[in-house]
């Protein structure tokens, strides 16, 4: 049995402690158990997933035989990140109009063997925020920047893993929101040690599903399905997340794990989604910039960053109009 055989959807429940309560999630994600029995924490249960997971799936199906009757409402609010704090987060840039426009916006040409390596940086994963949290930064003159990703969360990975081999090390599918502040990113890249200041915690929407709950929209490693972004409850964006991409998933783990091991709780994030195509919007501020820029837009006109009090509100959902992750839906708080 692999990972991938099991359709589940799991979230993490507030319940006092610093990793919260594993529970199940029905579908449509509105009613939920909490299995302590199985697996306290999430964590608890990927590192030891391939016991876990056929004890987790006899619940799931039980209650789907009884409508979930015995189950509570499912409410987001009382929920953290899945995994509210990970041993590792490892983001990735593979959709190649995201690039495209970033590196013109750097002035800088797009990195050499950008289509032959997956281009990743290792982000800060000791606070991961619920999708309800503010958006809390210290200035707005440090341009803040939502970014709608998708990422996955490994079980153990060896060193040397093969990319066939990395598909069975995928456990979960996330949706993330990796906040940026673009003022602080050119200095910093300028010193050439990398992001730090210029990437806060990130946000995840409340649940984390097996690639089995995607079903047809989980192929070749990725999620094709649209990832819908509103800004102050209007449209911004809504890429494809399969589309238009220069590595999967399983590439970017086998990269990751060339040179060591990943530990079961590794989460691994391709990237902003971007689809050339204009009419799907963007997925961060500063593409839509660059694209308004490059249509003629004075830079008066352009899109502004987010302010104080701006609410941004990302959300996957299935062929049948259905939320697959949840929301994540944000205010943006400036504390400085």
Not at 70 to 82: K, L, N, Q, W, Y
Not at 129 to 137: D, K, R, T, W, Y
Not at 258 to 266: I, K, N, Q, V
Request: hydrophobic share 45%.
């Amino acid at each position: 049995m692999t990972v991938r055989s099991n359709p589940l959807r799991l979230a993490t429940r507030a319940n006092g402690t610093r990793d919260g309560e594993l529970v199940l999630v029905s579908p449509g994600l509105r009613r939920c158990v909490a299995v302590p029995a199985i697996a306290k924490t999430l964590q608890a249960a990927l590192d030891d997933w391939v016991n876990v997971t056929p004890e987790l799936s006899r619940v799931a199906r039980r209650l789907d035989a009884d409508g979930w009757a015995s189950s509570e409402g499912f409410d987001p609010r009382f929920c953290v990140a899945p995994l509210p704090r990970a041993y590792q987060w490892a983001d990735a840039s593979v959709y190649r109009n995201h690039a495209r426009l970033i590196y013109q916006w750097r002035k800088e040409p797009i990195p050499p063997r950008y289509e032959e390596e997956p281009l990743v940086y290792q982000g800060g994963s000791d606070v991961m925020l619920a999708g309800h949290a503010p958006i809390e930064v210290a200035s707005e003159a440090h341009d803040i920047d939502f970014e709608a990703e998708i990422a996955v969360i490994t079980t153990d990975v060896p060193m040397g893993t093969t990319a066939a081999q990395a598909l069975d090390c995928i456990a979960l599918v996330v949706q993330l929101n990796d906040v940026s502040l673009r003022g602080l990113i050119p200095a910093e890249l300028a010193r050439g040690f990398g992001f730090y200041q210029s990437k806060p915690a990130s946000s995840f929407a409340p649940v984390a599903v097996t690639p089995a709950v995607l079903g047809k929209a989980w192929r070749d490693a990725m999620v094709h399905l649209p990832v819908r972004i509103e800004m102050n409850g209007q449209f911004f964006g809504n890429p494809n997340a399969g589309e238009d991409t220069v590595f999967n998933f399983a590439q970017i783990i086998a990269h990751l794990a060339r040179t060591r091991s990943l530990s079961a709780g590794t989460i691994v994030g391709a990237g902003t989604v971007s689809n050339a195509d204009p009419d799907t919007g963007s997925a961060c501020i500063t593409e839509a910039r660059v694209r308004q820029m490059l249509a003629g837009v004075p830079e008066k006109e352009l899109q502004s960053y987010l302010k104080h009090g701006d609410h941004v509100r990302m959300e996957v959902l299935d062929q049948d109009g259905c939320s697959v992750f949840g929301a994540i839906d944000q205010v943006v708080r400036v504390v400085g």
